[in-house]
C-alpha cells in the first residue's frame, strides 16, 4: 500500500509537471489558427481555398491595355478618322454674288453730280458714271440729293428725278434721287402742238441741231437763262428788255426757287 501511495503521488507531480507544458502548447496553436494557415502547410491552404474561394494569388488578372498598346489601337482609329477629313477636304465658303452695276450705283455719293441725263423715256448710260463737278458746262447735269440701298420715293417736280437698280444677282435694289443742274444754253427735249409748246422734258438734254427727237417729243428748246425766281414767277420775266422780240417759256424748278426761261431754237 504505501509503495502505491508513492506511486500515485510521483504521478501526481508528473501530471502537475505536464499540465502547464500542455497548456502553453494549446495557447500557441491557437494563435496560430487564428493567423491564417502558414505559407509552409499546403493543405492548410488549399483548405481555406475550397471554404471561401480562389485565393488572390489564383485569380485571373484581368487584360490591362497599356498606353503603348490597347492606347495605339484606339489611336489608330482617331488617326483613321483625321485621315479621312485630311482627304475629303471641307468646301470653301462661296462669297456673296457680286453685280458690278449694282456696285457702281452703290458708290454714288449724296451730293455729287452725275453727268446724265434723260434721252426720251430712258437715262442715257445704264451705269452711273464718275462725278463731275456740280459747276461743270454740260447738257444733262444732276445733283444727287439721296441714296438708299432700297427702293424708297424721291422727292417730285421740276427737274427732279428718281434712278434705281434692281439686281437680280443680289436681289438689291438702289436708289438714287436726283434735282437737275440747270446749265444756260443747253438744250431738253419738248412737246409740241400748233404754235403750243405743250409739255418740256426737265430732265432731258438734246442736241441743239438735232433733226430727229425720240418719241414722245417732237421738238428742241435751249436753256435761255436761269434765275433765282421772283415772287408770281413767269415767262414773262424771262425777256431781257421791253424790246426782247423772243418768245419764252419757263418752268419753276427746285419747289419753285428757280426760274428757268426756254426759247427756240434759232
Same mark, same amino acid.
Given at each position: ?26 495557447? @500557441?496553436?491557437?494563435? #496560430? ?5 502558414? =505559407? ?11 471554404? +471561401?474561394?480562389?485565393?488572390?494569388? +489564383? ?28 482627304? @475629303? ?9 457680286? +453685280?458690278?452695276?449694282?456696285? /457702281? ?20 448710260? #445704264? =451705269? ?18 439721296? !441714296?438708299?440701298?432700297?427702293?424708297? &420715293?424721291?422727292? $417730285?417736280? =421740276? ?10 444677282? &443680289?436681289?438689291?435694289?438702289? !436708289? ?19 404754235? &403750243? ?5 426737265? $430732265?432731258?438734254?438734246? +442736241?441743239?441741231?438735232? $433733226? ?10 435751249? =436753256? ?6 421772283? /415772287?408770281? /414767277? ?6 431781257? #428788255? /421791253? ?6 417759256? #419757263? ?16
Amino acid at each position: 500500500m504505501r509503495m502505491r501511495g508513492k506511486s500515485l503521488r510521483r504521478w501526481a507531480w508528473l501530471v502537475w509537471l505536464l499540465v502547464p507544458v500542455l497548456l502553453a502548447g494549446c495557447s @500557441r496553436r491557437g494563435v #496560430s489558427d487564428r493567423d491564417g494557415p502558414s =505559407v509552409d502547410r499546403p493543405g492548410a491552404s488549399r483548405q481555406a481555398d475550397g471554404a +471561401d474561394g480562389p485565393g488572390i494569388g +489564383d485569380l485571373p488578372v484581368p487584360g490591362i491595355e497599356l498606353g503603348g498598346g490597347g492606347g495605339g489601337g484606339t489611336g489608330g482609329g482617331g488617326g483613321g478618322s483625321g485621315s479621312d477629313g485630311a482627304g @475629303r477636304a471641307e468646301p470653301e465658303p462661296q462669297p456673296d454674288p457680286t +453685280d458690278p452695276r449694282e456696285e /457702281a450705283f452703290r458708290a454714288v455719293v449724296r451730293g455729287t453730280c452725275l453727268p446724265v441725263y434723260r434721252n426720251g423715256s430712258t437715262w442715257n448710260v #445704264s =451705269v452711273p458714271p464718275d462725278a463731275v463737278s456740280c459747276r461743270s458746262k454740260r447738257a444733262g447735269l444732276f445733283q444727287v440729293t439721296h !441714296t438708299a440701298t432700297s427702293s424708297i &420715293t424721291c422727292p $417730285t417736280g =421740276v427737274g427732279r428725278d428718281r434712278w434705281s437698280y434692281y439686281s437680280a444677282i &443680289t436681289g438689291r435694289t438702289t !436708289t438714287l434721287c436726283l434735282n437737275r443742274v440747270w446749265v444756260k444754253n443747253y438744250c431738253v427735249l419738248a412737246k409740241q402742238s400748233g404754235n &403750243t409748246i405743250t409739255a418740256i422734258g426737265s $430732265t432731258t438734254a438734246a +442736241d441743239c441741231y438735232a $433733226t430727229r427727237v425720240p418719241v414722245p417729243y417732237n421738238q428742241v428748246l435751249v =436753256v435761255a437763262a436761269v434765275y433765282r425766281a421772283p /415772287a408770281g /414767277a413767269n415767262a414773262s420775266h424771262c425777256r431781257t #428788255s /421791253a424790246q426782247d422780240p423772243l418768245r419764252y417759256w #419757263s418752268l419753276l424748278a427746285d419747289g419753285g426757287n428757280t426760274l428757268v426761261c426756254f426759247r427756240a431754237r434759232s
